[in-house]
């Protein structure tokens, strides 16, 4: 059983900073890829940043590049993305996935467990 959780979210203003962190359980017999997506309400749920196996690949999505930095520390099994320069088109639930590979996968469809979202507020 894998099971992914997030955490870090809360309200920030504009130009603010926010680090999120991502717990990963039951990954002792693999390294996964991860991800990041977000969802606000009546929207499809988008692609935010994901990384490879080793931390060696990243992918970002073309509206938080320069401003947001995925990594991680595959001893703690801990995935983090660091969100500097926020806007509030940024506010939305924030989501950690697993996929069941190693690549730095950018499809919702490639991932296989999800955590159960933070919310990230960005306004004055």
């Known amino acids: 059983q894998v099971q992914v959780v997030e955490s870090g979210g809360g309200w920030v203003q504009p130009g603010g900073s926010l680090r999120l962190s991502c717990a990963v359980s039951?990954?002792?017999?693999?390294?996964?890829?991860m991800g990041w997506f977000r969802q606000v309400p009546g929207k499809e749920r988008e692609f935010v940043a994901s990384i490879n196996w080793n931390g060696g690949r990243t992918y970002y999505r073309d509206s938080v590049k320069g401003r947001f930095t995925i990594s991680r520390d595959n001893a703690k099994n801990r995935v983090y993305l660091q969100m500097n320069s926020l806007k509030p088109e940024d506010t939305a639930v924030y989501y950690c996935a697993a996929p069941s590979g190693s690549s730095a996968y950018i499809n919702d469809w490639e991932y296989d467990y999800w955590g159960q979202g933070t919310q990230v507020t960005v306004s004055s």
């Open positions: 039951g990954s002792e017999y693999s390294i996964y890829a």
